[in-house]
């Protein structure tokens, strides 16, 4: 492989970043949101909810046409559908219009998982797919860090529709990044995958693992995303600027996550699947303690969910390579799309879910010991081989 692997690795990861950065922000952003447009924690879930809902059905269709054309036009068109759609949504009159810009945006970010995935994969080796899968992957909590950094403070000073407006002008530049300089791999441009999909697939005990293991950790992100913010300014007592600092120490943890952990996954003698196991059982060990009285000290609790951002956000570098790694010749986009596309059942759910058993319960426990069960039964079921 020649030194431009390295040159597409970054335009990858930057328009992971950019493509991701307004969403990533809206969890930062809760307070500020619950405020201007009067809302509790369930419609705030609602709203990461509506971003994840279309790729449903739009990571398996990405999946296909990145195994049959150029990503580079699959991703490239996506990201900017999604920057015209946060441009039009910086107009918003409410929240119900807003819904429908992040309904919109979530079918343009449908390319960006297994368009990126796929091209990184194609240019690395097996010695180093892990590291740079992690690397590229990394791009999801870096533009949650400069999403966390930026946009509460945008908000404050300019209201929320200012933010749509920043997030449009970074996925523009995520477009045009992908698509100058993530060229095909020597000697892939004449592989197109088989006409036939492979919904069979599914089926596979290696697909059954990372099906499993994904959604339970997607619902933990997903809580994190949501739920942060929200429980170190209501339970532990901190101002909205000093929580939406923590949770830029968790973006960044989460990074750091995604690249450490799936470079150990390139050495680990056990193989990648082993490194995903280490993630949910930290996971269960963090989310179990927030739900003590540890959880109600701004200390303890903010390094709980450093923690949890290292290995509640970093299992997914190790992952993807798995996943990436198990798919058969041809279908390596098909097979991501569709893992994807099945852990976007609890990607849409999880948000809301949570947001609407907090307010229920009154407090951020019940979701907490929730996430951490899941965790443990997944733990179980997938560490048999």
Known sequence: MTRYRWVVLGAATFTQAAAAFFVQGIGAMGVYLQRDLGIGTARLGLLLSAAYLLPLAGLVVAGRLIDRYDERRVVGGGVLLVAAALAAGSAAPGYLSL??????????YSTVQPGGSTSVASWFGPA??????????AGL???GVLAAAALPALAAAHGWRSTLAAGAVAALLGAVAFTVFCRPAP???AVRAPARMRPELLREPYMRKIVLSGTAMVSVHSGL???????LHGVASMDPASAALVYVAVQCAGAAGRVVLAAWSDRHRSGRYACVLVCLAAVVVGLAA???????????ASALFVWLGFFGIGWYGPWVAYAAESAPPGHTGFALGLAMAVNQVAVVAAPAALGLLTDLTGGFSAAWLLLAVLAAVTLTRTARP
């Open 141 to 143: 909590p870096l533009g």
């Open 290 to 300: 927030l739900a003590t009285p540890l959880g109600r000290s701004p200390v303890a």
């Open 225 to 231: 995303g949501v739920l942060t913010v929200l429980h």
């Open 128 to 137: 180093e797919r892990g590291l740079a899968m992690g690397v590229r992957q």
């Open 99 to 108: 819904l429908v810009v992040l309904l919109v945006v979530g079918a343009g």
């Open 187 to 189: 000697g892939r441009a």
